[in-house]
């Protein structure tokens, strides 16, 4: 397991240590956990209600053509319905995206997301799922039939499988999706040291939403840990 100094300083490497800054706010203050969920309920408020702002968070004076300053990181399904900065109304480099099928927190995701913890500071990670989930309903019915869907596919009901076998056989596809957003946030902090560490230190903030298409709403249900700055 990489230490979280191995981490940043191979993410510096990789894209210049001129972008590797903690995203701030207007009055230069760097932008704390609880400021991040925030923005990130506010947002969906304004998305919801169909009154869009497309907010920018980034800091005076910055420009994303030169560096990038998100204020939060984002697992989210591949499906192209669900689209963060749309979701949260917010501009073109405020979010560190991290999507594929059913929100899996796959070794290519922890690492993703271990980047933007430790080189670009984020204080915030949302799982985000959302209703009528492809690969979460593949789940359900290899579960039930035993029936792998077959091909690549297979990597990520294996992946999902899990966060179904928990559940009573008679579950809702709702409970499906909230099981497949938790298991995928469980697995955050039990796989990643730099992730854990961080949200030790009170430093991160691991949030767990599902968006409900239809209503165009984002269900907070909870995070970790339930009180940080």
């Known amino acids: 397991m990489a230490s979280v100094a191995g981490v940043a300083a191979a993410g510096a490497t990789l894209i210049g240590a001129a972008t590797a800054h903690a995203a701030t706010n207007r009055n230069g203050t760097k932008v ?3 400021e991040a969920l925030h923005h990130l309920k506010a947002g969906s408020l304004r998305w919801k209600s169909g009154h869009f702002e497309h907010r920018d ?3 005076p004076g910055h420009d994303i053509i030169h560096g990038q300053w998100p204020f939060a990181a984002i697992l989210s399904c591949a499906d192209s319905r669900v689209n963060p900065e749309s979701v949260f109304d917010v501009r073109q480099g405020n979010l560190f995206n991290v999507r594929n099928a059913g929100n899996v927190a796959d070794e290519i995701a922890i690492g993703s997301l271990e980047y933007a913890v430790a080189v670009l500071k984020v204080p915030a990670i949302l799982v985000l799922g959302h209703g009528s989930c492809g690969a979460v309903v593949a789940t359900q019915k290899a579960v039930t039939t035993g029936a792998m869907p077959g091909g690549d596919i297979d990597a990520i009901v294996d992946l999902i499988r899990p966060a179904i076998e928990r559940l009573p056989h008679d579950h809702t596809s709702a409970e499906a999706i909230r099981s497949n957003v938790q298991h995928s946030a469980q697995t955050l902090l ?9 949200v030790e230190a009170g430093k991160l903030r691991i949030a767990k939403a599902v968006y409900i298409i239809g209503s165009r709403e984002v269900d907070f249900f909870a995070h970790y840990p339930a009180h940080a700055g």
Do not use: C
């Not at 039990?190 to 961080?198: D, F, L, P, Y």
């Open 32 to 34: 704390t956990p609880s």
């Open 190 to 198: 039990h796989q990643s040291g730099t992730i854990a560490k961080a």
């Open 57 to 59: 968070y980034t800091p």
